[in-house]
């Protein structure tokens, strides 16, 4: 999981960088959108995996 978490942060970060550095004129909002999905997915990953692995220790 923390894999995962780590794919869709660094998705989230190239997303941001193209979405709010306005390099990206036409998709603008959709890029944004995928941003805050990406990092929404990433942060809900970081927590599943700390709270997962603390279970079944």
């Known amino acids: 999981m ?3 978490a780590v ?3 660094i998705i989230a970060l190239i997303l941001g ?3 709010f550095g306005g390099l990206v004129s036409v998709a603008w909002e959709v ?3 995928l941003f805050w ?3 929404i997915i990433a942060v809900a990953l970081a927590i599943l995996s700390l709270t997962v692995r603390k279970k079944f220790k």
């Open 37 to 39: 999905i990406a990092l």
């Open 31 to 33: 890029t944004k959108l």
């Open 17 to 19: 960088v193209l979405a």
């Open 7 to 9: 794919i869709f942060a």
């Open 2 to 4: 923390k894999k995962g």
